[in-house]
């Protein structure tokens, strides 16, 4: 199984609202990724996790704040978002970081800050 | 850094043709290669990698092939199906080490039409 889960499915939020993405994979990755997907564009790294501390962070504004509860769970909280933040959020795993490994992503959250 | 070039940016065939999508990289020291397929409202779906040991790689209709030297690697469908229809991403990844973590670099995406 190279399941992972992302709630929720579609989100709209202000840009006041404080709002948290959250993923999940239960197939023993000790990485897990966070990606930003724009239309019509490819997958953006925005952060990564390796056994749950975050190793790298593609210079994203601090209005997004990952966190990494435990070694399946992986959120993603949001504040004062601001409209071009709009996007596909992905959240993907791998066996282990910076394999290479096989990465899986999960379905993604749809996110649209009015 | 990598740079991945990715063509066609469309491409569409009919039912039953072949299908190739090419990529070339910069950085030889990647060494894995993956192709991802994404349709429309899902997230990226892995379907077939190939890493810099092996020429070829094939996984039913799909196969993909790696020419190291030459630094580019193209993805192959026979008997396309409707179902196919898709946006296919490429990408790139060196091993970790130095300022690398074995970050994928992707492609700029092809839409692949299948008319049925």
Known sequence: DTEVTQTPKHLVMGMTNKKSLK?????????????????????????????EKLSINESVPSRFSPECPNSSLLNLHLHALQPEDSAL??????????????????PGTRLTVT | GENVEQHPSTLSVQEGDSAVIKCTYSDSASNYFPWYKQ????????????????????????????????????????????????????????????????????????????HP
Not at chain 1, 91 to 97: I, K
Not at chain 2, 64 to 92: G, M, R, W
């Open chain 1, 23 to 51: 993923c999940e994979q239960h197939m023993g990755h000790r990485a897990m990724y966070w990606y930003k997907q724009k239309a019509k564009k490819p997958p953006e790294l925005m952060f990564v996790y390796s056994y």
């Open chain 1, 89 to 106: 959020y992905l959240c993907a795993s791998s066996h282990l970081a910076g394999g290479p490994y096989e990465q899986y992503f999960g």
């Open chain 2, 39 to 114: 349709e429309l409202g899902k997230g990226p779906q892995l379907i077939i990698d190939i890493r810099s040991n092996v020429g070829e790689k094939k996984d039913q209709r799909i196969a993909v092939t790696l020419n190291k030297t030459a630094k580019h690697f193209s993805l192959h469908i026979t008997e396309t199906q409707p179902e196919d229809s898709a946006v296919y991403f490429c990408a790139a990844s060196a091993n970790a080490g130095g300022t690398s973590y074995g970050k994928l670099t992707f492609g700029q995406g092809t839409i692949l039409t299948v």
